[in-house]
C-alpha cells in the first residue's frame, strides 16, 4: 500500500490543530476565575483542585468543545459547498442554508415558545428544508457553479424576509430570546449540546472525507467525472446533504455563527496552496477561528463580552468585501 503524502498540507494541518489546542487551553483558563495553562491541564488529567475540576469540566470545558466542534463543522460544510459550486462565495453563509436553521429556531421560539431542544431540532429541521430547496430548485441536469449560488441568495433573501416577519410577530420577551439566539454565541453550552454535536460528527465527517477523491474529480468536470467511474449525481447529493446536516447542526448548537465557513476554505487553501477542496485543512481552521473569535470576544474588549457571532460577522464582513474586490479585479463577477 501507498499513500501520497502533501507535505505542505499535513504540516499546516498540524500547526493548526496545535494552534485550536493551544487557543483552548487559554479559553478554558479564561474568565472571572482565571487558571493558568498548566493548572488547567493538570485539571484536565484528573488532578486537579476540586474548585477547579467544577470550573472547568462543567463549566468551561463543554464551551470549548462546543466552540471547536462547530468550527470544524462548518469549516467543512463550506469547503463541500465551494467545491461543489466551484467558487469561493459558494458557502452556507451566502446560500442561506443558515437563515434556513434561523427560521427554524425562530418558528420555535416565536409560535410554540419551545424549549432549547426544541428549538435546537427546530434549527436542524429548517436547515434540511433549505438545503433541498435549493437543491432543488437549483437542478438542471445536474447542480453547477453559479446558479447554485445565485438561487441560494435567492432563497436566502426569501427566508430572512421570513425571519423579520416572525420576529414582528413574536412578544417582546421571545423576540428579545430570538435575537440573542440569532447573534450566534457559545455562551451557556453544556454537555447536552456536545453529545448531539459529537454524534453527528463522528458520523457525517468520515462520510465527506471518504467522498473526498470524488469531490475532487468533480471540479473538473462532469464529464471527465464519469470517464473516471465517478458517480457525479449520488456523490454530489450525498455530499450536499452532509454539508447541510453539518451547518444544521452547527446552528442548532451555538445558532448563526456568520463567516466561519465562507473564510475556513479560502484560508486554509491559501496556506496549504494545495489544489482540491482541502477538507482536513478547512476543517481544523474553521475549528481554530471559532476558538480564537470566542477568546477576542471575552478579551478583546475589556468588560464588555460580545457574542462570538459578532466577531466573526465584523471580521468575515472585512474578508468578504476584500474576496468581492478580488473576484471583480479578476473579472469573475
Known amino acids: 500500500m501507498s499513500v501520497r503524502l502533501d507535505v505542505r498540507a499535513f504540516t499546516v494541518v498540524v500547526l493548526l490543530l496545535a494552534a485550536a489546542l493551544t487557543a483552548s487551553v487559554v479559553l478554558i483558563g479564561t474568565g472571572d476565575f482565571p487558571i493558568s495553562a498548566p493548572d488547567v491541564l493538570r485539571t484536565l488529567f484528573g488532578e486537579g483542585t476540586t474548585i477547579q475540576e467544577y470550573i472547568v469540566d462543567d463549566l468551561r470545558l463543554p464551551r470549548v468543545i462546543v466552540g471547536l466542534l462547530v468550527g470544524a463543522s462548518l469549516g467543512l460544510a463550506g469547503a463541500v459547498f465551494q467545491s461543489i459550486s466551484r467558487n469561493p462565495l459558494g458557502s452556507p453563509d451566502v446560500l442561506g442554508l443558515g437563515q434556513g436553521a434561523t427560521a ?129 449525481e449520488r456523490t454530489l447529493l450525498l455530499l450536499m446533504l452532509a454539508a447541510v446536516l453539518l451547518t444544521a447542526g ?29 477538507l482536513v485543512p478547512s476543517m481544523c481552521m474553521g475549528a481554530t477561528l471559532l476558538i480564537v473569535a470566542d477568546w477576542a470576544s471575552q478579551r478583546a474588549f475589556g468588560a464588555d463580552q460580545l457574542p462570538v457571532g459578532v466577531v466573526t460577522g465584523v471580521l468575515g464582513g472585512v474578508y468578504l468585501l476584500w474576496l468581492l474586490v478580488t473576484e471583480r479585479k479578476a473579472g469573475r463577477i
Not at 434549527?123 to 453547477?144: D, N
Not at 439566539?181 to 453550552?189: A, D, E, K, P, V
Not at 448563526?256 to 482541502?278: E, I, K
Request: aromatic residues 6%.
Open 104 to 232: 427554524g429556531a425562530l418558528i420555535m421560539i416565536v409560535l410554540f415558545s419551545g424549549s432549547a431542544n426544541q428549538v435546537a431540532l427546530g434549527a436542524l429541521a429548517g436547515g434540511l428544508v433549505t438545503g433541498l430547496a435549493i437543491y432543488l430548485l437549483a437542478w438542471k441536469r445536474g447542480v453547477h457553479g453559479y446558479r447554485l449560488v445565485l438561487v441560494g441568495i435567492g432563497v436566502s433573501a426569501i427566508v430572512t424576509a421570513v425571519n423579520g416577519y416572525l420576529l414582528t410577530k413574536a412578544d417582546i420577551v421571545d423576540a428579545a430570546r430570538a435575537v440573542v439566539w440569532m447573534t450566534g454565541s457559545l455562551n451557556g453550552r453544556d454537555w447536552t449540546q456536545v453529545w448531539p454535536l459529537l454524534v453527528m460528527c463522528a458520523v457525517l465527517v468520515p462520510l465527506v472525507l471518504g467522498n473526498a477523491r470524488g469531490l475532487r474529480m468533480t471540479e473538473m468536470g462532469d464529464d471527465v467525472s464519469y470517464a473516471l467511474g465517478v458517480r457525479v
Open 250 to 278: 452547527a446552528t442548532a448548537a451555538a445558532g448563526p455563527v456568520g463567516f466561519v465557513a465562507l473564510t475556513s476554505p479560502q484560508l486554509a487553501r491559501r496556506l496549504t496552496r494545495s489544489p482540491g477542496p482541502n
